[in-house]
């Protein structure tokens, strides 16, 4: 085994940076290199899967910020999650059109009040419910192969020690998969067309050791690589492993095993998947723990930065049999970031120079997916949208983004919206919900030859979180819906306001780092109490985790550092406490840039004995959902290292924001 250490890393990230940036030519668009869009869900999204015969399974925030799971099929959208479920959340997709997903139910009967179920559906077959070892217990789909086989991990108690890796065939039938002497199976992340699977398994000391299963469950101990813990997250029918290693709590990064080979370790790189070929794509750790730097290695190749020069960050999300890899590109702090492509060659590409006939104000702000015929699946400020290699597409209207700034009570806001439709004959209708209960209202549309705006005006006579929702119909009844979060007041007085995504390295319950796992946040709230009826504030978390924020009790400030703490609920459950410690940001310096933790906790207990069930944005660990986990100390979270910056958004504060003191209750 050889490593490549953290000083050539950056040596590469900063001197041999990616291809400088294919403009788009009329040479180029003409030859085929253009996508057309497909609208898939509004904002936010987060985690998808493509494959090559034009389909997409995709999670997509449902109502009450809770995500659900819907199926494309080149065609139309089909939402697929189980009636009745509190959350649910996509594993894979493969290339015969199979969707492996989990959902969370609530149940007063279960321990914990929570019922989980695992899932596959298929258009042929429907949905399906599979086995697992403990009905009341977390499991979990990670990796669907060609045949149908599915890899996982499923508990049978609340204990952490009882997580199994376990497969279903594709006959729905559940096998544990068995450990190794001194290691218990801990999870399996990653299963090949060859039925081997890739995973952990969990000494006794709190350790992992790497382990892969043949097609018979046979399983074999690859080690830690020289590190304190390993595990494997990705395995293709060469028999390549890729994984992540765990040197001590400063030093992580990956290694590669090949069957035959010298395995190959680089710190401070994470790993993000891997290909037919070998070839790996991740992202180097920065200066800070919002930089990172695109790259990816090949034992052919070698290391290849494919971070463009100047920019402030770069990451790459997915990666085809080709060489070509999807992410993103941000150009400082503040900036949304753009969708990138990079050729096997490295050569970087703004997807939004690819796009054909695109609604204005729509930008493209991250790659998530490439299929093997180069389709791509991306997020961009109209939210999930599916990019059709060549220019074919559907026949829906595709619309653009809802930007409407913040406003104050009874301040008239005004919609517009653009939209495009290839078939330049139809005439459009329009309707919207403003989300104040005036339900959905007739909207104005202008249109001509496939280019059209929505016009729409209203306002608002409560201050609140709103979401407005607009339907774009054609005169073949295609419909396409795209929403916004309004928000209405906290514009006068000293307020502390913002939104945006903490920082994340876990995909909830797996360890494995996904953009799936970044938590959205919505944030207004006075930096003063109010001595009556409460204090009117916005406070919501979506995603992996939904939280929504009830009564602020308590407000801590020091200069442009503020606590809010309060009473909200989890998963639509009341009785949970939430701590904010932010920092609010002045800039795009690093040193003067934002900066949120969120905590919260059960609220019947006091002290160290409330149970933390969410914690994220903290320097030096991996945000982690313990809804999953065993119980934690309050304690433990108050030993926790400083907020960190934020993923992505900002948070600014407005009025006089000089005082310093604290207000409310202990």
Same mark, same amino acid.
């Given at each position: 085994?050889?490593?490549?250490?953290?000083?050539?890393?950056?040596?590469?990230?900063?001197?041999?940076?990616?291809?400088?940036?294919?403009?788009?030519?009329?040479?180029?668009?003409?030859?085929?290199?253009?996508?057309?869009?497909?609208?898939?869900?509004?904002?936010?999204?987060?985690?998808?899967?493509?494959?090559?015969?034009?389909?997409?399974?995709?999670?997509?925030?449902?109502?009450?910020?809770?995500?659900?799971?819907?199926?494309?099929?080149?065609?139309?959208?089909?939402?697929?999650?189980?009636?009745?479920?509190?959350?649910?959340?996509?594993?894979?997709?493969?290339?015969?059109?199979?969707?492996?997903?989990?959902?969370?139910?609530?149940?007063?009967?279960?321990?914990?009040?929570?019922?989980?179920?695992?899932?596959?559906?298929?258009?042929?077959?429907?949905?399906?419910?599979?086995?697992?070892?403990?009905?009341?217990?977390?499991?979990?789909?990670?990796?669907?192969?060609?045949?149908?086989?599915?890899?996982?991990?499923?508990?049978?108690?609340?204990?952490?020690?009882?997580?199994?890796?376990?497969?279903?065939?594709?006959?729905?039938?559940?096998?544990?998969?068995?450990?190794?002497?001194?290691?218990?199976?801990?999870?399996?992340?990653?299963?090949?067309?060859?039925?081997?699977?890739?995973?952990?398994?969990?000494?006794?000391?709190?350790?992992?050791?790497?382990?892969?299963?043949?097609?018979?469950?046979?399983?074999?101990?690859?080690?830690?690589?020289?590190?304190?813990?390993?595990?494997?997250?990705?395995?293709?029918?060469?028999?390549?492993?890729?994984?992540?290693?765990?040197?001590?709590?400063?030093?992580?990064?990956?290694?590669?095993?090949?069957?035959?080979?010298?395995?190959?370790?680089?710190?401070?790189?994470?790993?993000?998947? &891997? *290909?037919?070929? #070998?070839?790996?794509? +991740?992202? /180097? %750790?920065?200066?800070?723990?919002? $930089?990172? !730097? =695109?790259? @990816?290695?090949?034992?052919?190749?070698?290391?290849?930065?494919?971070?463009?020069?100047?920019?402030?960050?770069?990451?790459?999300?997915? &990666? *085809?049999?080709? #060489?070509?890899?999807? +992410?993103? /590109? %941000?150009?400082?702090?503040?900036? $949304?970031? !753009? =969708?990138? @492509?990079?050729?096997?060659?490295?050569?970087?590409?703004?997807?939004?120079?690819?796009?054909?006939?695109?609604?204005?104000?729509?930008? &493209?702000?991250?790659?998530?997916?490439?299929?093997?015929?180069?389709?791509?699946?991306?997020?961009?400020?109209?939210?999930?949208?599916?990019?059709?290699?060549?220019?074919?597409?559907?026949?829906?209207?595709?619309?653009?983004?809802?930007?409407?700034?913040?406003?104050?009570?009874?301040?008239?806001?005004?919609?517009?919206?653009?939209?495009?439709?290839?078939?330049?004959?139809?005439?459009?209708?329009?309707?919207?919900?403003?989300?104040?209960?005036?339900?959905?209202?007739?909207?104005?549309?202008?249109?001509?030859?496939?280019?059209?705006?929505?016009?729409?005006?209203?306002?608002?006579?409560?201050?609140?979180?709103?979401?407005?929702?607009?339907?774009?119909?054609?005169?073949?009844?295609?419909?396409?819906?795209?929403?916004?979060?309004?928000?209405?007041?906290?514009?006068?007085?000293?307020?502390?306001?913002?939104?945006?995504?903490?920082?994340?390295?876990?995909?909830?319950?797996?360890?494995?780092?996904?953009?799936?796992?970044?938590?959205?946040?919505?944030?207004?709230?006075?930096?003063?109490?109010?001595?009556?009826?409460?204090?009117?504030?916005?406070?919501?978390?979506?995603?992996?985790?939904?939280?929504?924020?009830?009564?602020?009790?308590?407000?801590?400030?020091?200069?442009?550092?503020?606590?809010?703490?309060?009473?909200?609920?989890?998963?639509?459950?009341?009785?949970?406490?939430?701590?904010?410690?932010?920092?609010?940001?002045?800039?795009?310096?690093?040193?003067?840039?934002?900066?949120?933790?969120?905590?919260?906790?059960?609220?019947?207990?006091?002290?160290?004995?409330?149970?933390?069930?969410?914690?994220?944005?903290?320097?030096?660990?991996?945000?982690?959902?313990?809804?999953?986990?065993?119980?934690?100390?309050?304690?433990?979270?108050?030993?926790?290292?400083?907020?960190?910056?934020?993923?992505?958004?900002?948070?600014?504060?407005?009025?006089?924001?000089?005082?310093?003191?604290?207000?409310?209750?202990?």
């Amino acid at each position: 085994m050889f490593a490549i250490t953290l000083l050539l890393m950056l040596a590469l990230s900063g001197g041999a940076n990616g291809a400088a940036e294919d403009d788009a030519t009329d040479t180029e668009r003409s030859s085929g290199d253009i996508y057309s869009i497909v609208n898939l869900a509004a904002p936010t999204t987060y985690n998808g899967f493509v494959n090559a015969h034009g389909q997409a399974a995709f999670e997509y925030l449902g109502p009450d910020d809770r995500t659900q799971v819907a199926f494309f099929n080149g065609d139309r959208i089909v939402d697929i999650s189980p009636p009745g479920n509190d959350r649910t959340f996509v594993g894979g997709l493969n290339e015969q059109g199979e969707v492996i997903f989990n959902a969370r139910f609530l149940d007063a009967q279960s321990p914990g009040g929570l019922r989980y179920q695992p899932l596959r559906w298929s258009a042929a077959r429907g949905r399906v419910v599979l086995p697992s070892l403990n009905v009341s217990e977390y499991a979990s789909l990670d990796a669907i192969n060609k045949h149908g086989q599915i890899a996982g991990l499923s508990a049978t108690s609340s204990d952490n020690s009882s997580v199994r890796a376990v497969r279903w065939t594709s006959a729905n039938r559940l096998s544990s998969l068995p450990g190794v002497t001194g290691f218990v199976p801990g999870a399996a992340y990653g299963i090949n067309d060859l039925d081997a699977v890739i995973g952990s398994g969990s000494a006794v000391n709190g350790g992992t050791t790497t382990l892969v299963w043949n097609a018979d469950g046979r399983p074999t101990n690859l080690g830690t690589f020289g590190a304190r813990s390993a595990f494997g997250i990705r395995i293709n029918n060469q028999g390549d492993v890729l994984g992540w290693r765990i040197v001590d709590a400063a030093t992580r990064g990956f290694f590669l095993s090949s069957p035959g080979k010298p395995a190959v370790s680089i710190n401070a790189a994470y790993p993000t998947t &891997l *290909n037919e070929t #070998g070839e790996v794509i +991740g992202a /180097v %750790r920065g200066p800070t723990t919002s $930089e990172f !730097r =695109a790259f @990816r290695y090949s034992r052919a190749r070698g290391f290849l930065s494919l971070h463009p020069a100047g920019m402030f960050t770069s990451e790459a999300n997915a &990666l *085809n049999d080709d #060489g070509v890899s999807v +992410g993103l /590109v %941000r150009s400082g702090m503040l900036d $949304e970031g !753009r =969708a990138y @492509r990079w050729s096997r060659t490295g050569v970087a590409t703004d997807l939004n120079l690819r796009l054909q006939n695109s609604p204005t104000g729509l930008v &493209l702000t991250e790659g998530l997916g490439i299929a093997a015929n180069g389709d791509i699946l991306a997020q961009s400020n109209a939210g999930l949208v599916f990019l059709c290699r060549g220019g074919s597409g559907t026949d829906a209207p595709v619309l653009g983004p809802i930007q409407i700034p913040a406003l104050r009570q009874n301040e008239l806001a005004r919609l517009t919206l653009s939209f495009r439709d290839r078939n330049a004959s139809d005439t459009h209708t329009a309707t919207i919900d403003w989300g104040d209960g005036s339900g959905p209202l007739p909207a104005v549309v202008r249109e001509r030859n496939g280019t059209g705006t929505v016009l729409a005006e209203h306002k608002f006579g409560v201050a609140g979180d709103y979401r407005a929702t607009v339907i774009v119909t054609d005169s073949a009844r295609r419909r396409t819906t795209m929403s916004a979060s309004v928000r209405v007041g906290f514009t006068d007085g000293a307020q502390l306001v913002g939104e945006g995504m903490l920082q994340s390295a876990a995909a909830p319950g797996s360890g494995v780092y996904s953009p799936a796992a970044r938590t959205a946040f919505r944030l207004a709230a006075p930096l003063a109490l109010k001595t009556a009826a409460g204090t009117p504030f916005v406070f919501r978390l979506m995603g992996s985790t939904s939280f929504k924020g009830e009564t602020l009790d308590r407000i801590t400030l020091d200069g442009n550092r503020v606590r809010l703490e309060g009473t909200g609920q989890l998963s639509n459950r009341p009785g949970y406490r939430f701590v904010i410690d932010a920092v609010a940001g002045e800039g795009d310096a690093l040193t003067s840039a934002s900066r949120m933790a969120v905590r919260i906790e059960e609220a019947n207990s006091v002290g160290a004995m409330r149970k933390v069930m969410f914690e994220a944005g903290r320097d030096g660990a991996m945000p982690q959902d313990l809804t999953q986990a065993a119980g934690q100390a309050a304690s433990q979270a108050a030993q926790a290292s400083p907020a960190a910056l934020l993923y992505r958004g900002a948070l600014r504060m407005t009025g006089q924001t000089s005082k310093t003191g604290q207000a409310g209750q202990p």
